[in-house]
């Protein structure tokens, strides 16, 4: 199913233009980055029309029903604490014929944070909070993060959630689709390849999978830390129906979602550039995974950038 992202109001709004919230996502997280000496820019770079595609042509959500400025840490979740409370409310409520979306890679949550922001999902004030003690806006995200429906993990795990959670919505009948945003540095993970044969094997074609291929870990780059590659081949040799876009290419990802794929999940592989848009980022190349300015003078030259991308 494809739709329109609700408008404050909950009626359906026109359609968002991907391009331009991909476009001031990246804006948003490098505003961010400046402000705070550092932080997770590339995965913006690479991701940001994942995302905003997703969230503008591709989900079908009701309108948020979470505070526009998120509340503080309410305590892990457990019979004695009725108060706890998930991020998944910002995308929403749950409904049979509404999607289900989790967030896998728990580093990306500045990015995530940004695109809810950019979608009007959460407020221009949601970011005040980010990485202090006590708030829910947390660096690396946690099940009370906005946006996040279940703790994903260290890494990896989001994907056997949404499994878990598929195969419950297919034997209550339930017509919503499970989406998943996954970084290829988790198709290094056991998991993701047992949650995926599982997935497979219950024939849960009412989940979608995007990943973010843009080819570099923590480590340095996917080929030299520990290859996956050919992706789309072993994808499709475990069951799932894959195909493989430019993953900045937003009428490509749309087009992708609704790749037929009866009996089986569907897995977008989006080719990325962890620069895309940043031209300054690829003298730092491969050590990109979380960006601390070297001096002053490098910071100037990303606040120049902004002030570049702010006038344009």
């Not at 989406?179 to 047992?194: A, K, N, R």
Request: some cysteine.
């Amino acid at each position: 199913m494809v739709g329109s992202p609700p408008m404050a109001d909950g009626s359906a709004g026109p359609q968002m233009d991907a391009r331009q919230v991909a476009q001031r996502i990246r804006r948003r997280v490098l505003a961010h980055v400046l402000d705070h000496g550092g932080g997770y820019l590339s995965q913006a770079c690479s991701s940001a029309e994942i995302l905003a595609t997703l969230y503008c042509r591709v989900m079908r959500l009701g309108p948020s029903i979470a505070p526009a400025v998120p509340a503080p840490f309410l305590g892990p979740p457990g019979p004695s604490n009725p108060e706890a409370k998930s991020g998944a409310g910002h995308n929403g409520p749950r409904g049979e014929s509404l999607d289900r979306f989790f967030f896998s890679p728990a580093h990306y949550a500045l990015v995530l944070y940004s695109t809810l922001v950019e979608v009007g999902r959460l407020g221009e004030r949601a970011l005040d909070d980010f990485n202090r003690d006590g708030s829910s806006v947390e660096l690396i995200a946690a099940e009370h993060s906005p946006g996040i429906e279940a703790m994903p993990g260290s890494l990896a795990q989001a994907l056997s959630q949404a499994a878990g959670v598929a195969f419950a919505r297919k034997l209550r009948g339930e017509r919503g689709r499970t989406w998943v945003f996954m970084s290829d540095g988790e198709l290094q993970e056991g998991q993701t390849w047992e949650a995926l044969a599982a997935m497979c094997f219950h024939r849960l074609d009412a989940v979608g999978i995007f990943v973010d291929v843009n080819g570099l870990q923590c480590d340095g780059p996917m080929h030299d830390v520990m290859n996956v590659e050919p992706i789309v081949e072993r994808l499709r040799a475990f069951g799932a129906s894959a195909c493989e876009v430019d993953g900045h290419d937003v009428d490509a990802l749309a087009e992708a979602a609704s790749t037929p794929h009866q009996g089986s999940p569907l897995c977008v592989v989006a080719r990325t550039d962890p620069c895309r848009g940043m031209e300054l980022l690829r003298s730092r190349i491969p050590k990109l995974h979380h960006v601390r300015f070297r001096d002053e003078a490098e910071r100037a030259r990303y606040r120049a950038l902004l002030d570049g991308c702010e006038q344009g």
